[in-house]
Every structure is written in C-alpha cells, then in structure tokens.
C-alpha cells in the first residue's frame, strides 16, 4: 500500500519474476507489476484488480489497507486477466459490489468468469461521486481491447488508463522520478511496440479527446509499471509521436540462415547501408526474443528481412517475424527481402510480398544468391543496401 495522492492508495502486486506474458508471446526481462488503486472517500472505490495467480496475496494485502466490506464501488477499466483475476475472490467477499465498466467489458467479464456480477454500465461522461473526488469514465476502445476505459479522478488530477501508457516493468520504487530512466524508456517502447502499436489511429484520436476535454492531469497511474507522476504529459506525447509513422534513423535488418549464405548477405547489406551514413542493426531472428526484434523493427525507418529458402518456404523464425510487422499495422516505412537458397528460392518473395501485405512500401525486387554468395553477389548486396540507404534517406 502506497499512498498516492490524499486518501489515493496503490494496493498492486509487483511481479518481479515474470519472464513471459501473454502466454509465451512477450518476454518481460523486468518483470511487471498489477497495479490497483484504492480511493478512500465518503464512497470507497476500487479500480482494477491483479491476475489471477495473486489473487489470495492480492486480496489479503487490500484487506489490510481497507475493511472489504467498505468497498463501495469496484471499477474495472479493463477485463483482461492480469487485471480482473483477483475479482471472482473478491467478489465471493463482498458479493453483489457494484463493477463498473463498458458494456464490452461487462460481456467480457462474463465470459472470463461465467459469473452474473452486479454490473453498472457507464460511458463517457458518466461520473460517479465519491465525495471529495469524482470518477469520470472515458471509453477508451481499442486501447487495447474493445472494453478498455480510462477513469479519471476529478479533483485529485489523476488519470488511470490501464493499460495505456504502461510499462512491464517491477522496481522497488513507485514513480517514474524513481525509476533507471533508461530501463524504463527501454521497457515502455517495448510495452507499445508490442501491445498498442496497432491502434496508432485510435490513439492519437483518443490523445486528441483527452486534450479537448481540458482535464487537468497531473498524475497519470497506469495498470502496469510506473506511476507518472514527474512531466505527466510527457509520456503521452511520446504515445502521439510513436502512434503517427513513427520511425527512427536506421535499418533493422532482421534475418534467419541455415548455413551461413543468407548471414553473409545480412551483412553485405548492412555494409551498403552503413557505407551511405545510415546506422543498420544485423539481428538474428532466431537468437533473440521476437518482442526485442519487433520492437526494433517498429523504431527502424526501414526493414529488411532476410531467410533461407526451406520446404519452399520460410525459415520458422521469419515466418513469425512477418507475422508480427502484419499484426502491427506500421505505416511511414520501407522494405525489401533477401535470402539465399539451394534450389527452388522462394523465402525472399515470400518475405516481399508479406512486407508489401503488411503496408510496408517495398522498394525493390528482392535479391537472392544461390548457396553461399560470390564475390560478385557480395557486391551486388552492397550495392542493393546502399540503394535501400538512399531510398531511406530520400523518404
Ligand atoms: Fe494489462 Fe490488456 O492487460
């Protein structure tokens, strides 16, 4: 328990061991943590809970901070597990609380759990009184379910967004002000990169309605992570700047090889690349985790991927690499695919036309080499990275 702001209490679970989230999908080098709030007012209300796995540690550490059956109000902004697997224990406590959330998040929570809660549907612009504060919901889909809502604390100047603006990331501190500024920019572009890099549009519209409606924010506490409490905004405009054609000053060229002759091409390129003054990341697909991969893939101005041909077709780690740049629905980028193969040669089309699929704009046909590359082919990878380079350059 953590006071916050006046009678505003983090009653979250840091969960410094978790390596994988969402399933296996996301590596989480840092950990990450389940944060809850409690705000004590004339009305007591809870917002979000933890996962499921702490619901016993989640619920006996919020019976200390507060007697449950006070709880006047639970919110559930989001009803994804990792935030709404403490509830059934909770609820089976203090049966028939109120839960607030969106219709969606009403239908989702249903399915999660098969329970009939005593649901109170809200919308934007509904408000609850506490007393001293006021929640205010906004709707917030897509940010990253259809049932994702935001609630602001009106008089206390705080934000709670779930999952927006979130980081995995567990450290002994609470604040952003306490937090390795670098760790943390590191695990909140992967955090976004990975979760919310599809919803670019909705976010920078959802950005757009939270500075019209003029709410004075000067804490912004998300589900996951840190609680920004120093330069609020800034966070938020680090989200506006990653959800519009985000892209930094270098070449992520991401590929997998069998026997060496497309490595040799990753790095024939790179050459060509870095010959025209642009930087180039070489990353082996299969030697490092898909969430790193894709988060660089997601910063880089440009991408080339790279596979042998096996069984016509894609080594396994590209075929997951390009499944993820589909998922994401990146936009302002260039492309182009290379590879080397034994006989048939079909992985660097493939990777082309999935980049092209992706909308990816790919600047030239893709190159490939039989085996391992002559000199010849070396130099004409050179070459093809520094057109790449250029290409980049003049976007
Ligand atoms: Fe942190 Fe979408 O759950």
Redesign the pocket.
Known sequence: MKELKKNIYWVGIKDWELKRFHGDEFVTEKGSTYNSYLIKDEKTALVDTAWGPFKEAYVDALSQAVDLSAIDYIVCN?S?T??SGALPLLLSKIPGTPVYCTQKGAQMLKRHYHEDWNFQIVKTGSALPLGEYELNFVEAPML??PDSMFTYVKGASLLLPN?AF?QHYAFSGFFNDEADPCELNREAIIYYANILAPFGKMIRAKIDQLKSMNLPIDMIAP??GVIWRDNPMEIVERYYEWAGEYREDFVAIVYDTMWHGTKQMAEAIGAGITKQGIKAKIINAARNDSTHVLTDIFRAAGILLGSSTYNNGLLHSMAGIAEGIRGMKLRGKLGAAFGSYGWSGEAPQILSDSLAKSGIKVTAEPIKAVNNPTEEEIAACVAYGEAFARAVKEQ
């Open positions: 989001h994804e990792d935030h990253h379910w999952d979130g589900s996951h």
